[in-house]
């Protein structure tokens, strides 16, 4: 099992930053990809931004291109997401999770709790 705890939310004006952190705890040993989801009212969770496990590939949604960086610190088991030039669409609770587990077939996806952010116009 590996445990997920998001940081870094919270409420910012229209063209702002935010950083947030994502940090695993339990069976840390083997775990592959990890990234970020985001889910705003009424809508489905959505990809935002993933990162392969050794660091070499990012991947994102289109829109948050050129805005966020994912990155990861795996001295640390710790994903982060840098979010620039805030809008008030990117407004959800956001979410990561990893892949992780002995050997990529028997792998398993978890997820943190989520960590508001909000984006005031």
């Known amino acids: 099992q590996v445990q997920l705890v998001e940081s870094g939310g919270g409420l910012v004006q229209d063209g702002g930053s935010l950083r947030l952190s994502c940090a695993a705890s339990?069976?840390?040993?083997?775990?592959?990809?990890m990234g970020w989801f985001r889910q705003a009212p009424g809508k489905e969770r959505e990809f935002v931004a993933a990162i392969s496990g050794s660091a070499t590939s990012t991947y994102y949604k289109d829109s948050v291109k050129g805005r966020f960086t994912i990155s990861r610190d795996n001295a640390k088991n710790t994903v982060y997401l840098q979010m620039n030039s805030l809008k008030p669409e990117d407004t959800a609770v956001y979410y990561c999770?990893?892949?992780?587990?002995?050997?990529?077939?028997?792998?398993?996806?978890?997820w943190g709790q989520g960590t508001q952010v909000t984006v005031s116009s």
């Open positions: 999770n990893v892949l992780a587990g002995t050997n990529l077939e028997t792998a398993s996806v978890y």
């Open positions: 339990g069976r840390t040993a083997n775990m592959y990809a």
